[in-house]
Nanobody
């Protein structure tokens, strides 16, 4: 059993900042790439940012220069620092672990999603 739990969402004014956190716990041997996705009302879920286990990052064009993804492998944590927020950033933000290798044998490879945290950007 592997769980991802997000925190840090909330209401923020335009041009404000928020920091999302995601903690992975459970039967974990290793985690590959981790990412943040978001889904706005009436829209499909989209990739926001992804970071590999070695620290390489990739961002959606809409958030480049404003959002920063980071991770602490030893703590199985991933973060999303969001600056200069816009109303169009309003969405439920989901944490994703693309490949979790379980600790118990035989090892399994899982994709895991968090339950999501709501970010609302409004004045």
């Amino acid at each position: 059993q592997v769980q991802l739990v997000e925190s840090g969402g909330g209401l923020v004014q335009p041009r404000g900042s928020l920091r999302l956190s995601c903690a992975a716990s459970g039967n974990i041997f290793s985690i590959g790439a981790m990412g943040w996705y978001r889904q706005a009302p009436g829209k499909q879920r989209e990739l926001v940012a992804v970071i590999t286990s070695s620290g390489s990052t990739n961002y959606a064009d809409s958030v480049k220069g404003r959002f920063t993804i980071s991770r602490v492998n030893a703590k199985n944590m991933v973060y999303l620092q969001m600056n200069s927020l816009k109303p169009e950033d309003t969405a439920v933000y989901y944490c994703n672990a693309a490949t979790v290798v379980t600790n118990s044998l035989p090892r399994a490879h899982l994709e895991v999603w968090g339950q999501g945290t709501l970010v609302t950007v409004s004045s």
